[in-house]
């Protein structure tokens, strides 16, 4: 198992950075789009869809994607269409989220009306990473977004280990821990005092406090986005999403908590773009 996680993350890494730094920004929304339908293949398997419309999403949601993405005179379309999205983007993860995980409603009873909830998932976490890699840092300000999940996850599992006695949610994840969630707060509190300009409102220099809280929210935020994640899989009796990344589960279990968190960065990015006036935007 360790040996396939180590040649897949081999295999993944350098790929994410040619999209991040390489690629031009309409084939940057190609790989977005692939990710996408690699990723409503695996939701419609865990919300029970069926028929046609089963067959037809893994192809239908990218296709939609792309219809978004590349609306308007220019490849972002309107930004404050956007903000709207990302807006309510910010609303279900941090409003409807809290709720569904307390009532553990069960996914598979909507049926193919799950197309709708996918594409609330999907859609707007996909646009973020077009609108964050176009900021005015380029693929570093996305890059030092998705980190925040990255470092969360990492110092989570490292000190839930060493130190996890209380669960977080146990009928939901049965191995996170609250000691781990403290962990995986304080590395990015640790993290967001290294980066000294938030990316999200231009690279200017904020406060450190207030840095660190939207570090603070946006971890808050992908430790939800994967409990929901685990909650479906747990659900339907499902250990992965899929096995389409050898060792690493599928696409949902590796971009679970950026679902959640990538939208909030975007309505923070774009509300300070839209509302300040920032010279060169």
């Known amino acids: 198992m360790l040996k396939q996680r180590v ?80 807006l309510a983007g910010c609303v279900f993860w941090a409003g409807i989220v809290p709720f569904w995980l307390r009532a553990k409603w069960r996914l598979a009873e909507g049926g193919n009306l799950n197309a709708l909830l996918g594409w609330a998932v999907l859609l707007p976490a996909g646009l973020a990473m077009v609108v964050l890699r ?23 599992y490292f000190s839930g280990k060493a130190f996890g006695r209380h669960k977080l949610a146990p009928s939901i994840s049965p191995g996170k821990s609250w000691e781990g969630a403290i962990g995986g707060m304080i590395g990015v509190v640790v993290y967001a005092l290294l980066v000294p300009k938030t990316p999200l409102i231009g690279g200017e220099s904020i406060s450190p406090l207030i840095w660190v809280l939207i570090a603070l929210l946006l971890t808050a935020l992908s430790i939800i986005g994967d409990l929901l994640e685990s909650l479906f899989k747990r659900q339907i009796g499902f250990k992965d999403s899929s096995q389409l990344l050898p060792g690493h589960g599928g696409v949902l279990d590796r971009i ?7 939208p909030v960065a975007a309505a923070i990015y774009l509300s300070y773009l839209l509302f300040h006036l920032v010279p060169g935007q």
């Not at 176009?134 to 989570?156: K, P, Q, R, Y």
């Open 7 to 86: 040649l897949t993350a081999l295999v993944l890494i350098p790929v994410i950075l040619l999209g991040l730094f390489a690629l031009p920004p309409m084939a940057w929304v190609g790989m977005v789009a692939a990710i996408i339908g690699f990723a409503a293949w695996e939701w419609q398997r865990l919300a029970g869809m069926q028929g046609t419309l089963a067959r037809a999403y893994p192809l239908l949601t990218p296709a939609f994607f792309l219809v978004l993405a590349l609306s308007g005179d220019r490849a972002l379309g309107s930004p404050f269409a956007l903000l709207g999205v990302m």
């Open 134 to 156: 176009e900021g005015s840092m380029g693929g570093w300000l996305l890059l030092m977004v998705m980190a925040i999940a990255w470092v969360a996850d990492t110092a989570a």
């Open 256 to 262: 679970d908590s950026l679902l959640a968190i990538l």
